[in-house]
């Protein structure tokens, strides 16, 4: 092996890893689920062999990611795909603000049956905020005049006072 090849070597391993990335945002965006299924498994197996748990957070990043975007296309069966796989419902969309999917959705009513199957499968309505659990979601469904998806967060017990 030449020495070149050892230095090279990591860097196609990376490589390979963007484009088995890239490979499945467009699967994702595309609906393929059985190409998503195929390329997760690749991917985790890639995880697994090169890097053990070093980069743990880097997968589920990818796939916290992938399942938000899944979820703002309505895409349920994609959703599921994607939490089966190690997918958190409740990390937050942004970490400063601790918006959750939930959260992003509730203002346009056209969300309404993904985001009672959020909230029937786990998916949290509020966050604490200066010590007081605040719920962006109903704000949010308020503000965006959705009176059916208000009514589904409070029925699921979104914080009518926060």
Excluded: C
């Excluded at 499945?24 to 890097?51: I, K, N, P």
């Excluded at 349920?76 to 970490?95: C, K, T, W, Y």
């Excluded at 601790?98 to 959705?105: I, S």
Aim: proline residues 2%.
């Amino acid at each position: 092996m030449s020495s070149d090849s050892k230095y090279l070597r990591p860097w196609k391993e990376e490589q390979s890893s963007i484009e088995l990335i890239r490979e499945l945002s467009a699967a994702a965006r595309g609906g393929d689920l059985e190409g998503v299924t195929r390329l997760l498994t690749q991917h985790r197996t890639l995880f697994e062999q090169r890097y053990h748990y070093e980069l743990e957070d880097s997968y589920i990043s990818l796939l916290n990611e992938m399942f938000y975007r899944a979820a703002t296309t309505g895409n349920v069966a994609m959703v599921e795909l994607f939490l089966r796989h190690g997918a958190d419902i409740n990390q937050p969309r942004h970490v400063k603000t601790g918006e959750g999917v939930v959260e992003r959705l509730a203002s346009d009513d056209a969300n309404h049956a993904i985001i009672e199957w959020l909230l029937i499968h786990g998916a949290k309505l509020s966050h604490v905020r200066d010590g007081r659990p605040v719920s962006d979601s109903l704000i949010s469904a308020a503000i965006g005049g959705s009176l059916r998806i208000v009514r589904s967060l409070v029925e699921h017990g979104a914080p009518i006072n926060g």
